[in-house]
């Protein structure tokens, strides 16, 4: 050995782009770029850290019980089917780490979460892309593309960026049609925000290769705080639970999340709150001449005619202060990734798109 060698895939890695936070020159910048929650974090999670700082100096719980028995409790799942991690990006990392590594295919789909081949090669694994239909995901696609190398299919439902949901049938068609060596994940970061969805939940409290994983970065407005987690078979989350670090979760970060948890109160408001204002976007978007999708999430993807519109419809919206997301890694270099924000926000969005095409016209 001459040289340090990182090991493999590890160099194949394109950094994490985030949605950008500020606007050169601008003060007051309306930030919809990375899908977070308009109303803020869920008031009983910042009460419940507050009061927990004070026993910092302990180090936090391992197993995470009190939190997996409000998870419990709250979802109606077995709390020794439950692992937490730091986010559900720690939840999917735990999966592909501990059931995939070289020589082996992780399926993620075209229009899937830029963190999935970020993850497989982490792993040491490959990342497979299978293509979208119409922006929807294409389960003949995955089915296809399933080899005697595949460990792994990672499937976002409702789908980011595309705001788009596979319907239950279709979801259970792709779990009948995987073979047993390969772990379906749904990933339901934005399942509180489509009506009448478990996200996955009967999926994978059936089936013995069926994963769910939940965040608290979004709907309960705790993206800063760091939790997520997974539900599945016993099997699996025993596994993964042997490479999940025993301090993973900070003491006020467990305490915050078991409180956000339990105030589903707060879900439902935020998510009759986001359908009102999703709808009303959703509307003036398609009457400006930016097609889309009907959305399950808390964001909307606008397709512009052209790159060039694209680049002007953002334009327009950066010199208002407002930051959307443009999502040409993902596949859509035309579209603007707009996350859902409060009745003056959404009002904002709209009057600024709306001058762009009274003056593009003038
Ligand atoms: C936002 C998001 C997540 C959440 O990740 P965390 O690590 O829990 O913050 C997961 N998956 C998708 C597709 C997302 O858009």
Redesign the pocket.
């Known amino acids: 050995m001459t040289r340090i060698t990182p090991q493999p895939g590890i160099m194949d890695i394109a950094l994490y782009q985030g949605g950008a936070s500020h606007l050169a020159g601008v003060d007051n910048v309306l930030k919809l770029s990375s ?1 977070e929650n308009p109303a803020g974090p869920v008031p009983a999670a910042m009460t419940a850290l507050a009061e927990a700082a004070g026993g910092m100096h302990l180090y936090p719980s391992t197993d995470h019980a009190d939190l997996r028995t409000a998870i419990s409790e709250v979802w109606g799942v077995a709390a020794d089917r439950v692992i937490c991690g730091v ?3 720690e939840v999917l990392q735990f999966v592909t780490q501990a059931f995939s590594g070289p020589g082996d295919e992780i399926i993620h789909t075209a229009h899937g ?1 830029s963190m999935y081949p970020i993850l497989a090669r982490m792993a040491g694994a490959t990342p497979v892309c299978v293509p979208e239909a119409d922006r929807v995901v294409d389960v003949d696609a995955i089915l296809g593309a399933v080899t005697q190398a595949t460990r792994i299919v990672l499937l ?1 439902n409702p789908g ?1 960026p595309t705001g788009t949901r596979l319907p239950d049938s279709e979801v259970v068609r792709l779990a009948d049609g995987l073979p047993m060596h390969v772990i379906l994940v749904i ?1 339901g ?1 934005y399942t509180e925000y489509a009506d009448g969805y478990d996200g996955g939940l009967a999926l994978a409290e059936t089936r013995p290769n069926v994963l769910m994983t939940r ?1 608290f ?2 709907i309960y407005g705790l ?1 800063g705080l ?1 939790v ?1 987690w997974g539900y599945g078979p016993r099997a699996l989350i025993d596994v993964m639970t042997r490479i999940r670090q025993p301090f993973n979760l900070s003491t006020v970060a467990l305490a915050a999340a078991e409180a956000a948890v339990r105030d589903t109160a707060w879900v439902d408001d935020c998510a009759t709150r986001n359908a009102t204002q999703r709808a009303r976007l959703t509307g003036a978007l398609r009457q400006l001449g930016l097609a889309c999708d009907d959305s399950d999430t808390n964001f909307v993807l606008a397709r512009a005619a052209s790159v060039a519109d694209a680049d002007a419809a953002e334009a327009a919206l950066n010199a208002d202060g407002i930051l959307i997301r443009r999502v040409g890694g993902y596949g859509f270099p035309e579209g603007l990734r707009i996350t859902v924000g409060d009745a003056d926000q959404t009002g904002r969005v709209i009057a600024a798109l709306t001058r762009w095409r009274e003056e593009a016209a003038a």
């Open positions: 899908n986010g559900s990006d979460f976002t980011n990933d970061a965040t970065s979004k993206g760091r997520g």
